[in-house]
């Protein structure tokens, strides 16, 4: 693709692409106009946003002419208004293609005095396959495979309604393998003995294997954006796994890690935290605390893997870990006083994993964080997490 960003995709940038003779690829097509307003030009339309989305995602670029399938020269658009282009196009695609494709985006270059280029990016979808409509009426499963379109073969088609199954699977069992190793201290540094905090996001494109992290990038300076409160300072260590992001001051007992984020090169990210306190001879995880911690945790991760260029869908899911002989601690809003719940009644509170459509499309987190510790505060016999008000609203406390 041209850049991770869309936002950093600018005149100049496509200047230089025809300049350089940028040749296209499996994830990138040049089209000197816009799709024709007639049903063949949107199948056509619809035939290629379907061929990305069935392989491995991609940019048409609409105002930039191709020689021999190499980017020649800027064809600015002027024949029809950019916010006119694009509600036509999405129009076609809700039209003609099913099932819907999440994640499709426009941007718009403006080039010249009057004139603009057009981008369409296509995501790498695991809610497919897709097939578009023809226009007798009948459907077409395609795929893109370098730089021509075919249709997908009887293997292909089987393998792609059973692809995003398969990765969740995968994905669940990863995040089991990552729930053992951080239990039995087989982790970038094991942990305190005592209750632990685990949270994970595993995006479904790190199980394809097509997510590759730059951990080199990230070492130059952007790892600080997994900081958290109480680290005082932010450091990092490479290793065979990718990056393990930790606090810069270091741990009183040698050895152990109290708190830390693992970067995994394929996009995983993992956050574990020891969280027990002992309260006048009570073994306690302050509710308050733990529910900052995982809200914290996965707000920094979701806007990390779209930073990473990462999209689709993802699963989230949390954790807490040897928590045997711990209660809840937690202020109750309607008596006005800090309590304790019932000692856990197992060594292990797994919630199972939620769903994330379309990282991309995630505007409010609570949606998805209040859910998820609701199920940790019932696991103690409590009936919600009361970090949230009745309207769902954040009250950190």
């Not at 280029?117 to 893109?144: K, N, Y």
Request: proline share 5%; with cysteine.
């Amino acid at each position: 693709m041209l850049a991770t960003r869309l936002d950093q995709i600018d005149e100049r940038l496509l200047s230089q692409l025809c300049s350089d003779e940028c040749p296209e690829s499996q994830t990138l097509d040049f089209k000197f106009s816009l799709p024709r307003k007639d049903e063949p030009g949107k199948v056509e339309f619809a035939k290629d946003v379907c061929a990305f989305a069935n392989a491995d995602g991609g940019e048409i670029v609409f105002g930039i002419s191709d020689t021999q399938g190499r980017a020649s020269a800027p064809c600015p658009i002027d024949t029809e208004p950019s916010d006119a282009a694009q509600r036509r196009l999405i129009q076609t695609i809700d039209r003609l293609i099913e099932p819907r494709i999440v994640g499709v985006q426009f941007h718009t270059v403006p080039f010249g005095k009057a004139g603009y280029i057009l981008l369409v990016r296509v995501p790498q979808s695991f809610d497919g396959p897709h097939r578009f409509a023809t226009e007798g009426g009948a459907s077409r499963f395609v795929i893109r495979v370098g730089t021509m379109t075919q249709d997908l073969t009887y293997t292909q088609l089987r393998g792609a309604f059973d692809r995003t199954a398969t990765l969740a699977a995968k994905a669940s069992d990863f995040r089991s393998s990552r729930i053992n190793a951080i239990k039995s201290g087989r982790t970038w540094k094991p942990m305190p003995d005592g209750v632990k905090w685990v949270v994970h996001l595993l995006p479904v494109s790190a199980m394809a294997g097509r997510t590759q992290i730059d951990i080199q990038a990230l070492n130059s300076g952007s790892f600080a954006q997994f900081n958290q409160r109480g680290w005082g300072g932010v450091t990092r260590t490479l290793n065979l796994d990718g990056m393990a992001v930790h606090p810069a001051i270091r741990s009183e007992h040698e050895g152990r890690a109290y708190s830390y984020v693992q970067v995994f090169r394929s996009g995983v990210l993992e956050g574990s935290r020891f969280g027990g306190r002992l309260v006048d001879d009570r073994r306690i995880i302050p509710g308050g605390d733990m529910s900052a911690y995982f809200r914290e945790r996965l707000t920094t991760f979701i806007a990390a893997t779209r930073g990473f260029g990462v999209r689709g869908p993802a699963i989230m899911g949390a954790a807490l870990l040897d928590t045997a002989g711990y209660a809840l601690g937690v202020f109750n809003p309607r008596s006005g006083m800090s309590e304790a719940s019932a000692v856990a009644d197992r060594p292990d509170m797994v919630v199972p994993e939620a769903w994330i459509d379309d990282i991309e499309s995630v505007t409010d987190v609570d949606l998805l964080v209040r859910p998820l510790l609701d199920v940790l505060y019932q696991s103690f016999g409590i009936e919600r997490c009361f970090e949230y008000d009745e309207r769902g609203q954040w009250v950190a406390r």
